[in-house]
């Protein structure tokens, strides 16, 4: 299972690395969605991978823990607005320049 968990996040992170090098707007938005999924991944591997456990202490000998799946649960809700406030700022940037280029130079 930690193997799975390792490509995963391998990919996810070549995937958004190799998008955010885009000159694009659009894919370096997904990205950052990418390297924000792979970091949720990393974040939630580093509590331990333990199935069936509860992240409850003193309901089984040994629980998960839930700190980890706190911090997934806050960076989910920071990355949604931050891909939020990028997406605004792109469709602003597009509309007064008239192109979504991320590099400042024109079209060949």
Do not use: K, W
């Not at 659009?26 to 333990?50: C, D, E, H, Q």
């Amino acid at each position: 299972m930690e193997m799975l968990f390792a490509t995963a996040i391998g990919a996810l992170t070549f995937t958004g690395v190799y998008l955010m090098l885009r000159l694009r707007s659009f894919p370096m938005i997904l990205g950052l969605t990418f390297l924000s999924y792979a970091v949720n991944l990393f974040l939630f591997a580093a509590g331990r991978l333990t199935p069936d456990a509860a992240p409850i202490v003193g309901t089984t000998d040994a629980p998960a823990d839930p700190l980890p799946q706190a911090l997934v649960l806050t960076a989910i809700v920071i990355s949604f607005g931050m891909t939020a406030v990028i997406v605004m700022m792109s469709l602003g940037a597009r509309l007064e320049g008239g192109d979504d280029r991320v590099d400042g130079q024109d079209a060949p």
